[in-house]
Antibody
């Protein structure tokens, strides 16, 4: 079965850091662009980061630029999101998603919850 | 930066009725980069439509997408009980890979 599984979420104080991981099974992420998308409680989907298959191209949403870093390890079929200087408005469920050429985001992981609070 | 605006915010319909969801972009883009997703409470989004009109694997044919340029539409021809959910459009041809704010399809 093709799936993505996120981990690393949790409770952190403002200003703290977390590293999220996303592991693929049933397929290899090599050759695919990958994304992180988050969803604040009761809110819509917010795309936050993209990394191309070759690492050559990385994009961030303005809301996380300079604080978050996306990276990947193709040998481990893993995607990462390093989050620093966390704020209360970073609270939400974080999803990883594979981006196929011209075919949108599919599949998505089940999400991991990040709560930033004092 | 492309901004997507969905309408209506909420659609109240009965099972068996037809649902028409709109997604309008702030600037024109290639329709091969337009997707629709369904999300149910407590679940991850699921890809329904990509390339504006192509159904993803396993998606019933009561779901159809159309449009080009700045105007896109998702139609659910006859609502089944499991179709009551949130729906998002997205463009994935440029960054930021923006989502619309979502349309909630609720039972009337």
């Amino acid at each position: 079965e093709v799936q993505l599984v996120e981990s690393g979420g949790g409770f952190v104080q403002p200003g703290g850091s977390l590293r999220l991981s996303c592991v693929a099974s049933g397929f290899t992420i090599r050759g695919y662009s990958m994304n992180w998308v988050r969803q604040a409680p009761g809110k819509g989907l917010e795309w936050i980061a993209y990394i191309s298959s070759s690492d050559n191209t990385i994009y961030y949403a303005d809301s996380v630029k300079g604080r978050f870093t996306i990276s990947r390890d193709n040998a481990k079929d893993s995607l990462y999101l390093h989050m620093n200087s966390l704020r209360a408005d970073d609270t939400g469920v974080y999803y990883c998603a594979k981006e196929g050429a011209f075919v949108g985001f599919n599949p998505w992981g089940q999400g991991t919850l990040v709560t930033v609070s004092s | 930066e492309i901004v997507l605006t969905q309408s209506p915010d909420t659609l109240s319909l009965s099972p068996g009725e037809r649902a028409t969801l709109s997604c309008k972009a702030s600037q024109s883009f290639d329709s091969i980069y337009l997707a629709w997703y369904q999300q149910k409470p407590g679940q991850a989004p699921r890809l329904l439509i990509y390339g504006a009109s192509k159904r993803a694997t396993g998606i019933p044919d009561r779901f159809s997408g159309s449009g080009s340029g700045t105007d896109f539409t998702l139609i659910i021809s006859r609502l089944e009980p499991e179709d009551f959910a949130l729906y998002y459009c997205q463009q994935y041809g440029s960054s930021p890979r923006a989502f619309g704010q979502g349309t909630k399809v609720e039972i009337k």
